[in-house]
Nanobody
Framework: QVQLVESGGGLVQPGGSLRLSCAAS????????MGWYRQAPGKQREFVAR???????NYADSVKGRFTISRDNAKATVYLQMNSLEPEDTAVYYC???????????????WGQGTQVTVSS
């Protein structure tokens, strides 16, 4: 069984910074990608950023230059450093894992429970 545990959300003023963490545990043979998505009230969940197994990264246009995703392979943990936060960044942030796991010959996907980020003065 695979679990994702997120942390680091909270309330921050516009222009401030937060760092999210997501730690994966379980019988994971290979991590293909880890990433972050977010869902604001009344909106669909949207892609924020991801890092693939080779280290390449992708970002949504709305966060480029402000957010940085990184991964600690030894700890199976992904981080999202968020700088210059704006009220529009307010959302529940979800971690997503794409991996090969014990008992499944195909790529599987897992989601964290979500962590609230609120940007407000």
């Amino acid at each position: 069984q695979v679990q994702l545990v997120e942390s680091g959300g909270g309330l921050v003023q516009p222009g401030g910074s937060l760092r999210l963490s997501c730690a994966a545990s379980g019988t994971i043979f290979r991590v293909n990608a880890m990433g972050w998505y977010r869902q604001a009230p009344g909106k669909q969940r949207e892609f924020v950023a991801r890092v693939i197994s080779g280290g390449g990264t992708n970002y949504a246009d709305s966060v480029k230059g402000r957010f940085t995703i990184s991964r600690d392979n030894a700890k199976a943990t992904v981080y999202l450093q968020m700088n210059s936060l704006e009220p529009e960044d307010t959302a529940v942030y979800y971690c997503k894992l794409s991996a090969l796991v014990l008992g499944k010959p195909y790529e599987s996907y897992y989601w964290g429970q979500g962590t609230q980020v609120t940007v407000s003065s």
